[in-house]
Structure formats: structure tokens, C-alpha cells
């Protein structure tokens, strides 16, 4: 009995490779260019026709703002003065977060303590209906501008905030927490009132 068990299993087991290594109809006729398992009997995983045959390229270039120091975060995008036409906000080696219209224009840019190489959060976290904006800093301190009343705010951590932000409501009380991590090994879960108005 196990030796009939043993002969249908090899014979399986041999149907099955000659099966996968059997060219199909389709590649025969050369309409296919991936006939088998890992392309062709070698097994080597690699066609012999290029992926792409016309690139197509469908971006075209718009605008570019030069502001002579590098940008190593990511922007944020979103309606900061609530006129309906959305705006970007990023940081950069200059030390300052920048509020660009959709235009290309300069609106704001607020001097930070050092170089911003985390990318800005934006959401409401006083639910006054006006958005803030929330940023990381190498001077060991993360930043909260309410774009309203045009003023700013600072949590101090231990060392460089990299990290970005992100906001939610951690604990479900209806009111948003801020939540960013530092190179201090520290991650804070902020209140909007624990950040200290820079005078």
C-alpha cells in the first residue's frame, strides 16, 4: 500500500514539471511573452522584450520655486486661509515654514529655531473651525502655527524632530491630539494646551 501511494505521489509530482515546463499554445505562437513559471525553461525570471515598449509621459511641467537651500521635507497641501484655493506648506534647510500659495506666491514664511526636515500636519486641533499647522524642528522642538491669529507655538522635546507629525484623536474625547515622535527616543502625545506660546 505504501508503495502504491509512493509511485502515485513521484508520478504526480512528475506530471506536474513536465506540465509547467510544456510551452503553452499561446507561446508558441509567440502571443505570449511569459509562457511559464519564471519566463522559460531555464527558469531565469527575466523576458526577452522590453516592459515598456513607447514611453508615455504624461506630466508636463507646471512651475518651480527656488529657495537656494535644500528641501528635504514633504509639503503639505491644503486650504490654510479657508478661500477656497488650497496652498503649500513645507520647510526647509532655511529655518523657515513656508506657506506658499497656488500660484507659486509667497504668503507666509515663519522663522523656526533651525532647519525643518520634518514634513508639516495640518488639521484643526482646537476646533475653532481654522486649521493649524504642526511641524517638527532640528532645534529639539516641535512647532504649532494657528494660521488665524497668525501666532506660534513650541513643545520642547530632548533632540532633533525628524519625525512628522501626525494628528488624532488618541484617547476619544472629541478633541485631536498632536502625536510625533524625536530622536530623544520619545514619543509625545501632545494637548493642544501643553504647547507654550513663543512670546
Not at 26 to 43: E, K, N
Not at 67 to 92: C, H, M, Q, T, Y
Not at 166 to 173: I, N, Q
Amino acid at each position: 500500500m505504501l508503495r502504491r501511494a509512493t509511485i502515485i505521489v513521484l508520478t504526480t509530482a512528475f506530471l506536474i514539471v513536465i506540465l509547467a515546463m510544456t510551452p503553452t499554445k499561446a507561446s508558441q505562437d509567440g502571443a505570449s511573452i511569459w509562457p511559464m513559471f519564471r519566463h522559460d525553461l531555464r527558469h531565469t525570471g527575466v523576458a526577452d522584450r522590453p516592459s515598456v515598449k513607447t514611453p508615455i509621459n504624461k506630466m508636463t511641467f507646471y512651475k518651480s520655486l527656488s529657495f537656494n537651500r535644500p528641501i528635504l521635507s514633504s509639503p503639505a497641501i491644503f486650504d490654510v486661509d479657508k478661500d477656497g484655493l488650497n496652498e503649500i506648506i513645507v520647510g526647509g534647510n532655511d529655518d523657515l515654514l513656508k506657506v506658499i500659495s497656488c500660484n507659486g506666491s509667497l504668503e507666509i514664511a515663519y522663522p523656526l529655531g533651525d532647519d525643518i526636515r520634518s514634513s508639516p500636519a495640518v488639521a484643526d486641533v482646537d476646533l475653532d473651525g481654522y486649521p493649524e499647522i504642526i511641524v517638527g524642528c532640528d532645534d529639539a522642538s516641535i512647532y504649532l502655527l494657528e494660521t488665524e491669529e497668525m501666532e506660534i507655538y513650541r513643545f520642547s522635546t530632548n533632540d532633533v524632530v525628524l519625525a512628522s507629525p501626525m494628528v488624532a484623536d488618541v484617547d476619544l474625547d472629541g478633541v485631536p491630539e498632536i502625536i510625533v515622535a524625536s530622536l530623544d527616543g520619545f514619543l509625545y502625545i501632545l494637548n493642544y494646551s501643553e504647547t507654550a506660546r513663543i512670546q
